[in-house]
């Protein structure tokens, strides 16, 4: 997989290098060269690439399979959940129509409400 930009042609490549060196600095910043390199940064030998296309997929499509398989387990406990919050959703909504029904009230005495006085006028 490549494309172009500008003048440049970027391409995914897999590298294979010996595990005891790194790759050498590239001229273009956060770049490097396929140039194996040691520890005293002496030439080793140059690093071996590959298409880096079908490697993503191999990865991206391990991916997907263990999604899928993990969806798999996954889906009875998430039904059981889904259940079990319902009945208790269903039970509240009981229980909150039990507590909506009108109680009849039961009159004790009936009581005349206290009238307040009128103000007093006094001479000064």
Known sequence: MD???GDWTWELMLTRRPSDTHFSKSSTPGGE???ARDDDNAL???AVLFDGTKTALVILGAGVAL???AAVKVTPHVK???TSLKSKLRRRAEDTTDAETPVPLT???EVEPEQPE???LRTV
Do not use: D, I, K, Q
């Open 3 to 5: 494309f172009n930009r």
């Open 33 to 35: 060269s396929p140039l």
């Open 44 to 46: 080793v030998t140059h």
């Open 67 to 69: 999604g899928a398989a």
């Open 80 to 82: 059981s959940g889904l």
């Open 107 to 109: 009159v004790v005495a």
């Open 118 to 120: 009128p103000p007093r």
